[in-house]
């Protein structure tokens, strides 16, 4: 039998950590024969609620989940851990400015990865989902300098996930068709859904996305804006962010990055820049990427951009760029 691996899900007692759990406990991420100690991590104030969430995660009796470990303690949390899941992140409240919470958020990266460095294993897998989900990665990635800084990443796979059962819906066929959109960029309003080297699967046949869903104007234009505004639509709807679809979403990307992406298919992940593309090194951008069996990823290189694309992850990466230097400022 395999050893446990110490999973640790940040914001535990919040609306995400709630969708996710379960799937992580029961091993639909890592594998139905990988036993799982789950490390939950909240405020001090959240403890009491965490504590129910512990006992309903008691209560699904599980048989991969080996113990449950609730604390308020990040050193504590990090302890040993294989895989960090970092979800929690203060909320945006009434009349808060996004660079308030830009740097109220960053903060909390920053302790947590230094606390990454001193406790995790040199081999943990990072997966940011708290916003700004890049900028935060790329804080945490700086405060832990033992750590190989690809592997931190952060969470663009529902962004993807979205544009797929856009493109699928449009084309009346399932989303598991739909291959290689990507996502460019930052998980904001700026980001770059971009079909232009995807296909989808008609009777058995691979044909690109722009032949079969023959409509430019909407690829262009309705396509991309209901992307980028999708998370906003969800908040307006149900007067909460998404978290179902947020879980899944976490599932997906880890389950990718522990098992690798299928032949000739690419996923969409937060990396550090290499310089591909022309992004600045070493900031978190959503590129499109293929994972190995062994749990490495590479950035997917030589794909020919056109003026239309360029000019936008040129947005999306000045957009980034700006939150940089404000995370940094505020980290100071
Ligand atoms: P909730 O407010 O329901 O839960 C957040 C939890 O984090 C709370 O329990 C809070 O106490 C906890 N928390 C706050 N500070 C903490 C700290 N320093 N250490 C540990 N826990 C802490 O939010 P939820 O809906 O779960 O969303 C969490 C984050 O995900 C938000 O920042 C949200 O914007 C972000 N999202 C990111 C997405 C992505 O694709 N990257 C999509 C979904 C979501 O919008």
Known sequence: PKAP????????????????????AKGDVFGHDQP????????????????????ELVDCALPLLREIIPTADP????????????VGAMPRKEGMERKDLLKANVKIFKVQGEALDKHAKKSVKVVVV???????????????????????????????????SQVASRVHISAQDVHNIIIWGN???TQFPDVSH??????????????????????????ISTVQKRGAEVIAARKLSSALSAAKAICDHLHDWWFGTPEGRWVSMGVPSDGSYGVEKGLIFSFPVVIKPNKTYSIVTGLELDAFAKEKICAT???????RDQALEACA
């Open 75 to 86: 050193n504590e949390a990090f302890e040993g851990a294989d895989v960090a899941i970092l």
């Open 317 to 323: 990466q000045k957009e980034l760029i700006e939150e």
């Open 187 to 189: 998980h904001s309003s």
């Open 5 to 24: 691996i110490r999973v640790v899900i940040t914001g535990a007692a919040g609306q995400i950590a709630y969708s996710l759990l379960y799937p992580v």
């Open 36 to 55: 799982i100690v789950l490390v939950l991590l909240d405020i001090e104030v959240m403890l009491g609620v965490l504590k129910g969430v512990v006992m």
């Open 198 to 223: 995807g296909c989808v699967l008609l009777n058995g046949q691979k044909v690109k996305i722009m032949d079969a869903v023959k409509d430019e104007a909407w690829l262009k234009g309705a396509f």
């Open 130 to 164: 708290g916003n700004p989900a890049n900028t935060n990665a790329f804080i945490c990635k700086k405060y832990a300098p033992s750590i190989a800084p690809e592997n931190f990443t952060c969470l663009t796979r529902l962004d993807q996930s979205r544009a797929q």
